[in-house]
């Protein structure tokens, strides 16, 4: 570890259990330009308060409790190994199965805030603030090069794609306050092909608003492979060009692409995205559906 840094704290290399007690001041708080506030911390047994209520800043995030110990860059070596209670400047880097991060803090810079590196699988990020500094670019909240990973409850905000993942479970979570860098495409959750044999991907009960007129909420893309086997069901989502693109592509028919009872909302463009809320979507796939999609107030459908 090293002792000091002109402007990053001290490096961390974690290749045990990571764990910090003590509390995190928070605050709370509407910005001036009139963007959502900043993160709330709640336990995380708590759930929305009625059924259609979806995840914001009071049910995602930090929670209450032991202060944060602020860290530099974090390796995690250790297979099972948990991650707590730290405020991570700069990267986390997941090198190891199994772990859990947890009530964690990460402000990173460069290609991602924290990632699971190829070979490693099994992740599970909790109850998270993930962000940039707004100041020196950062592309991804989290970036999957793994296998199967679950993110759930995290906060995640001024990044240019929140989420990338081809597999795995994004749940009850909330991403917004997108930050766009010269040359990035601007994205929630983004799949570049095919989950990994056996393999699924589940986003469920999110809440992803892109208040910038590109790329997406939720972007299915094929860059290396066909698209197949993802749900996207019970979000509030807005924004983006399109806010779904749908799995179309060079690779063959999509199938098993579910889009299913999901809040677009036209609270950042008249069309929910800039162009319109669906793009690329194939419904004579096999399995494919767009289906209890609705306006946000008024219920009105949406047709694919």
Known sequence: MSSSLPRRLALLVASIVLSGAATAGCTRGTADDGRAPLPGHTPPSESPKAKDDFPSAETTGLRPGPSLRKV????????????????VHGKLNIKADNVTVRNVRVIGEGDWSIIQAKGASGAVIED???????????????????????VRRANIHTVANSIGTGQGLIEDSYMYDFKKYP????????????????Q???????????QISQTSAISIYQDFSRAHDVLIERNLLGGGGYTIYGGKGKFGTPTNIRIVGNVFTRRLFPKGGFWGPLAYFDAKGQGNLFENNVWEGTGEPIAP
């Open 183 to 198: 040359g990035d495409h601007v994205t929630g959750p983004q799949i570049n092909g095919s989950p990994e044999k056996g």
């Open 72 to 87: 530099g860059e974090v390796n995690v070596l250790r297979p099972g190994a948990v991650v707590e209670n730290l405020e």
């Open 128 to 150: 998270c603030e993930i962000s940039g500094d707004g100041v020196v670019r950062a592309q991804w909240g989290v970036l999957n090069q793994g296998g199967d990973i679950t």
């Open 200 to 210: 699924t991907l589940t986003i469920r009960h999110n809440t992803i608003l892109n």
